[in-house]
């Protein structure tokens, strides 16, 4: 499958209600009527979080949608199709369009814990630190370590987690798909899914929540995490493929 993202920010002077209902109930369905599209979620971020669960900052993003084709060629033949054509004029309606610039990518999505999707979501936006964004070679070394160590080993013991993926970021993503060129702020985000807002609030709590917290300190910009990039988020799932992508 070929996973895309992209975050945004809602159009300044617009209220909030107003354009999570008009992402909902007009842009959403505007892109459906692009075939092509194996699944297609919006998730609407709600509270921004802390290290140990919801905070009280300012959001540093209103929202992403994560959309999979079978191929990067069925993302071209979407994105250059007329239909497409309606959907990118009526982004402007609801989006700021200077706030896509460096937070749209192709995925690789890895599957940590495959249990169900839980009503309660949340997302942790991550970057890297920049001594490893700068090197190729450790930045590889990085995603692998997010895997193996930070979500196998530790991040899977974490109770209460229904369901854990996390999205690194392959390349910018452009018009065409892959812009390996394009700048990106970013190197992916983990979501996890929980059976309710408590159990969320217990795996916080938990000592191997406490552990991985300390090992993203290792590899992780933390700052980023709490400048508005980590937050719960309500989903809206436009289509439901999602079992196809695993």
């Given at each position: 499958?070929?996973?895309?993202?992209w975050?945004?920010?809602?159009?300044?002077?617009?209220?909030?209600?107003?354009?999570?209902?008009?992402?909902?109930?007009?842009?959403?369905?505007?892109?459906?009527?692009?075939?092509?599209?194996?699944?297609?979620?919006?998730?609407?971020?709600?509270a921004?979080?802390?290290l140990?669960?919801?905070?009280?900052?300012?959001?540093?993003?209103?929202?992403?949608?994560?959309?999979?084709?079978a191929?990067?060629?069925?993302?071209?033949?979407?994105?250059?199709?007329?239909e497409?054509?309606?959907?990118?004029?009526?982004?402007?309606?609801?989006f700021?369009p200077?706030?896509?610039?460096?937070?749209?990518?192709?995925l690789?999505?890895?599957?940590?814990?495959?249990?169900?999707?839980?009503?309660?979501k949340a997302?942790w936006?991550?970057?890297?630190?920049?001594?490893?964004?700068?090197?190729?070679?450790?930045?590889?070394?990085?995603?692998a370590?997010?895997?193996?160590?930070?979500?196998e080993?530790?991040?899977?013991?974490?109770?209460?987690?229904?369901?854990?993926?996390?999205?690194h970021?392959?390349?910018?993503?452009?018009?065409?798909?892959a812009?390996?060129?394009?700048?990106l702020?970013?190197?992916?985000?983990?979501?996890?899914?929980?059976e309710?807002?408590?159990?969320?609030?217990r795996?916080?709590?938990?000592?191997?929540?406490?552990t991985?917290?300390?090992?993203?300190?290792?590899?992780?910009?933390?700052?980023?995490?709490?400048?508005?990039?980590?937050?719960?988020?309500?989903e809206?799932?436009?289509k439901?493929?999602?079992?196809?992508?695993?």
């Amino acid at each position: 499958m070929y996973k895309v993202v992209w975050f945004a920010r809602f159009r300044e002077g617009m209220a909030r209600e107003d354009a999570r209902r008009h992402w909902s109930d007009v842009h959403g369905p505007l892109a459906l009527k692009a075939p092509g599209i194996t699944a297609y979620v919006q998730s609407h971020a709600v509270a921004p979080l802390g290290l140990r669960g919801i905070g009280d900052g300012e959001l540093g993003f209103d929202g992403y949608s994560s959309c999979w084709f079978a191929d990067e060629d069925a993302y071209r033949a979407v994105v250059r199709s007329p239909e497409w054509d309606v959907v990118r004029a009526d982004s402007d309606n609801v989006f700021a369009p200077d706030s896509f610039r460096g937070v749209c990518a192709v995925l690789d999505q890895r599957t940590i814990v495959d249990g169900d999707f839980g009503p309660f979501k949340a997302v942790w936006v991550v970057r890297f630190k920049e001594e490893i964004r700068s090197d190729p070679g450790r930045a590889r070394d990085a995603h692998a370590y997010w895997i193996a160590t930070h979500g196998e080993e530790i991040g899977s013991k974490v109770p209460g987690i229904g369901r854990y993926v996390q999205n690194h970021c392959v390349a910018a993503l452009g018009e065409d798909g892959a812009d390996p060129d394009g700048e990106l702020f970013f190197d992916g985000y983990s979501e996890c899914w929980f059976e309710d807002q408590a159990a969320f609030e217990r795996a916080m709590g938990s000592p191997e929540w406490a552990t991985m917290n300390a090992d993203a300190e290792t590899f992780c910009d933390i700052e980023y995490f709490l400048a508005g990039m980590s937050a719960i988020v309500e989903e809206n799932v436009v289509k439901d493929g999602r079992a196809l992508t695993v």
